[in-house]
């Protein structure tokens, strides 16, 4: 149990070491312009465009750093400080929810799968806290009910890992349309990949950070009925 609390410890440090320079450097190239004053809703239309796609729209959304596409309606949803900002961050953004635009229409596997386990992860989502908590509470009495916990919450694990190579191919086909439209430059692409690589280190922090919780159930499940 004592490693298990190591490893949380480990993974929140470095989560929280990675969210903290993703907010640094997204304020510092934030305040950097790209060429012909384009937003981030302009690269957006411009990419949807240069890919042939036509029936998916950019909408401006509240919070910061909320952005998304939507599949189900077909839209790149921005958060409004990308949706209207000139700058290396809100063209790096852009590009990668409209990577996911591309993957949608060009039916990229792994995004297929992902949508196709939405329904059984928001499932396991809303039951998955309260069967573990109860679980562990009577985890020597109906080992089963812990061990159903677990199961769930590895289908969301499972979604973590799925989510990795669609994340990270969004994030290549922004890099290679915002270098090949002349939306990024020399002095500014490295800036880009910078900081779309650092955003996807945080998919692959959830990612283990989700496995190493499950880790640590399976532990907890194990330990009790040895006892």
């Known amino acids: 149990m004592f490693i298990g609390y190591i490893i949380f410890g480990v993974v929140a440090l470095v989560s929280w070491l990675i969210q903290r320079s993703l907010k640094s450097k997204f304020e510092r190239y934030s305040k950097i312009p790209i060429p012909r004053g384009m937003t981030g809703k302009d690269v957006a239309q411009k990419m949807l465009r240069d890919n042939g796609i036509y029936d998916v729209t950019v909408t401006s959304t509240n919070g910061h750093l909320t952005d998304h596409y939507n599949p189900t309606n077909k839209t790149v949803n921005l958060s409004e400080n990308v949706y209207g900002s000139n700058s290396v961050a809100a063209a790096a953004i852009a590009a990668h929810e409209c990577g996911h635009a591309v993957q949608h229409a060009t039916a990229y596997a792994p995004l297929q799968l992902r949508s196709k386990l939405v329904p059984v992860v928001n499932f396991a989502s809303n039951w998955m806290q309260w069967v573990l908590l109860a679980g562990i509470l009577m985890v020597q009495s109906f080992p089963q009910l812990l061990l159903a916990g677990i199961v769930l919450f590895a289908i969301t694990t499972l979604f973590s890992f799925v989510t990795l190579p669609v994340e990270i191919d969004a994030s290549r086909r922004a890099l290679v349309w915002l270098n090949g439209a002349g939306i990024t430059g020399y002095d500014t692409h490295d800036q ?30 194990t330990s009790g009925n040895r006892r």
């Open 192 to 221: 880009a990949k910078d900081a779309l690589k650092t955003a996807a280190y945080t998919y692959v922090v959830a990612a283990l950070g989700s496995l190493a919780t499950l880790v640590y159930y399976i532990m907890i499940f």
